[in-house]
């Protein structure tokens, strides 16, 4: 008898509120959810497989292609694994502008989540403004890489290309004009009660439980458990810069919302404090092997041409040997487990996608709840589909 | 360098405490970059894990991933990898399960409900068989789908034809 007083509904893979192509196996009870089912993979394409075939430089444009709402937190993690593996300290502007970078990606990608998360919801307009906000952001990606999207600036030992004219004036004026448009988005939402009403107490975890799933970043830390990578384990320079880690205290859907929205004027803070400690110098390191030489040195030395043919046509060798390296994506934990066999291919990559991490609790957070409940909790855990198949 | 030494000190403190309480189970250790791998026996993992998880000194209570790496040619052939992670201590270390073709490994989902995934992962794209998990079924792949895409005998890019062969091993 019980069988047939539930229902069985299929949610995506084609549903907007899915973001992307996740598909949803619903067992309901009424509007009750009794089962949650999720079923990934339709992104999947071979990501890990592509990068065994390719030179250490050429995986970079894969990484973009993960979480392709923050391709820079992606190459970062890349580059870090490998320079891990070989053993390289890039210069100290390259650090700062690295860091300057993902964490204007990390805005740009808390945007996109705040602006479909709330038109999910029902909010309309602010999807609207933090699009316009997002646009500037990949104005600045265009600028520093050619690309919008998949821009693919960092490289192995560096940069790809140092700053270009004006730059830092352009990133100024958006720290500048950036809290007061944050600060209308809350007041769109943060005492709205509609929004309120939709968000808060729905799609609990504890503490204990989010550590227990593997949850990490501002999901996590929304429970009140204050684990950043930034702080625990600083990278390309963190330690130098002050922030405040978020923190929550119900791990609801609200409580991620506001986690998110402190993470931006955090990551403000430390965007201008780049601005401010920018240093002259290289972009890369000076190593031949790793760095290409400047185009005009290839004209008129041998070895420069040399180096410049070896490093497009071979490309350079690692240690043997295997790390992982793991930074604090705006997901979360974005880990990188690197095999080397000494060749200049990787032997393999592994990446730990915070999404898909993440994405394994939404059972978890949805059973019990009402079916509007799984479209604020999905948009909640902020989950990018490209990263969960990779 | 101070990261060197810290981990050196780190490593006898994980490893010490291992060895002290499953004598048998460390098949053996290695420090690379500052990273600590211990390589356990295939039949001890779970037990290992939960050790680590639960020992107050240690309280490895995160399990960052879980992956596998094929050594084709190699006996055992897979390498099922663990990294674990203390919130507490704010400490890596790696562990390492060697396992032939065809051989399981025994789950770690009682220990950490984040292996369920990460172990569906690695059963789909390696065909390493994991023992005792709630819901071994492929993850990533449809269901019906031949073979495991991330062992090293199986093509990046194939053709029709090298299917109908039945491949080239």
Request: proline residues 6%.
């Amino acid at each position: 008898m019980t069988e047939a007083r539930t229902m069985t509904i299929n949610m995506g893979p084609q549903h907007p509120s899915t973001h992307g192509v996740l598909r949803l196996v619903l067992e309901l009870d009424g509007e009750v959810v009794v089962r949650c089912t999720p079923h990934i993979g339709y992104l999947h394409t071979g990501m890990e497989k592509i990068a065994e075939s390719k030179r250490y430089q050429q995986v970079i444009p894969i990484t973009d292609r993960m979480d392709y709402l923050a391709p820079l937190s992606n190459n970062l993690a890349y580059v870090l694994a490998v320079e891990k593996l070989m053993g390289i300290e890039v210069p100290p502007r390259a650090k700062v502008i690295r860091v300057m970078m993902t964490e204007l990606t990390r805005i740009g990608s808390h945007l996109v989540w705040l602006g479909t998360h709330a038109i999910d919801i029902g909010a309309m307009s602010v999807f609207l403004y933090a699009f316009r906000e997002r646009e500037q952001i990949l104005d600045m990606y265009e600028q520093v890489s050619g690309a919008r999207m998949m821009s693919s600036y960092f490289r192995v030992g560096g940069l790809f290309a140092d700053l270009p004219e004006r730059f830092e004036e352009t990133v100024r004026s958006f720290v500048t004009s950036f809290p007061d448009r944050l600060a209308e988005y809350e007041d769109l939402l943060t005492a709205n009660p509609i929004w309120i009403q939709r968000t808060k107490g729905v799609g609990v975890i504890k503490p204990e439980d989010a550590v227990d799933l593997g949850m990490s970043g501002p999901n996590l830390r929304a429970c009140g458990v204050p684990w950043d990578i930034r702080k625990s384990h600083p990278y390309s320079g963190y330690e130098q810069y002050n922030f405040e880690i978020s923190r929550g205290t119900h791990g609801d859907v609200y409580d991620r919302y506001l986690c998110r929205v402190f993470e931006m004027r955090q990551s403000i803070a430390i965007v201008r404090q780049a601005l401010e400690r920018l240093p002259d110098g290289p972009i890369a390191v000076a190593d031949p092997k790793v760095t290409p030489p400047p185009k005009p040195m290839v004209k008129k030395s041998m070895e420069a041409l040399i180096h410049h043919f070896l490093l497009w046509s071979e490309g350079f060798r690692t240690p043997v040997g295997e790390v992982y390296q793991s930074i604090e994506s705006p997901k979360g934990e974005f880990g990188v487990y690197l095999v080397s066999d000494g060749s200049n291919i990787p032997y393999r990559v592994h990446f730990r996608a915070p999404s898909f991490v993440n994405l394994q609790a939404l059972p978890r957070m949805a059973e019990g709840r009402l079916v509007a409940d799984v479209v604020a909790i999905i948009g909640s855990i902020d989950i990018v589909l490209g990263e969960v198949d990779r | 360098m101070d990261d060197l030494k810290q981990a050196n000190a780190e490593e006898n403190l994980t490893v010490w405490k291992l060895r002290e309480r499953f004598p048998d189970a460390i098949l053996s250790t290695k420090s690379f970059r500052s990273e600590i791998t211990i390589v356990v026996k295939p039949s001890e993992i779970s037990r290992v894990c939960r050790h680590l998880k639960e020992e107050p000194e240690l309280r490895y209570d995160f399990l960052s991933d879980l992956t596998a790496v094929d050594r084709l040619r190699e006996h055992p052939r897979f390498e099922v990898v663990y990294h674990l992670y203390s919130l507490q201590f704010k400490r890596r270390v790696r562990l390492k399960v060697l396992v032939e073709e065809g051989e399981a490994v025994p789950s770690v989902t009682q220990v950490w409900r984040t292996a369920d995934w990460h172990e569906r992962e690695v059963y789909d794209m390696f065909g390493v068989g994991v023992e005792g998990h709630p819901d071994l079924r492929r993850i990533l792949m449809p269901e019906d789908w031949e073979g495991h895409p991330l062992r090293k005998d199986y093509p990046v890019q194939a053709s029709p034809k090298w299917w109908e062969e039945g491949g080239e091993r």
